[in-house]
C-alpha cells in the first residue's frame, strides 16, 4: 500500500483505555458494567507501565513500543 491508505488511525492511550472499556461495557449487563466501572475508577491511580526483558541483562525494561499498562488486583478488591 502507498501512503496512509488503508491503515488504522494512531490513538492515544486515553483513547485506547475508552476503546477497551467500550468493548468490556458492550459485552456485558447492568449489573456487571457497574462492577467493572467501580474496579476501573479504583485500579486507575494504580496502573503501571508494562516493561519489556532486556536481552542482555535479563532484567525488566521499559519500551517504546510497549504502551501498555496494567495491574494486578486481589481477590479482597474484586
Do not use: Y
Not at 507501565?49 to 521499559?62: E, F, Q, R, T
Request: proline share 3%; charged share 25%.
Amino acid at each position: 500500500m502507498h501512503g496512509s491508505a488503508g491503515r488504522l488511525p494512531q490513538l492515544i492511550p486515553d483513547q485506547i483505555l475508552k476503546l477497551k472499556q467500550l468493548t468490556v461495557l458492550t459485552l456485558a449487563d447492568t449489573d456487571k458494567c457497574l462492577v467493572i466501572l467501580s474496579s476501573l475508577k479504583r485500579a486507575k491511580d494504580k496502573m503501571e507501565k508494562s516493561m519489556v526483558v532486556d536481552n542482555d541483562s535479563g532484567k525488566s525494561i521499559a519500551s517504546e513500543v510497549r504502551t501498555s499498562s496494567g495491574m494486578f488486583l486481589n481477590k479482597a478488591q474484586v
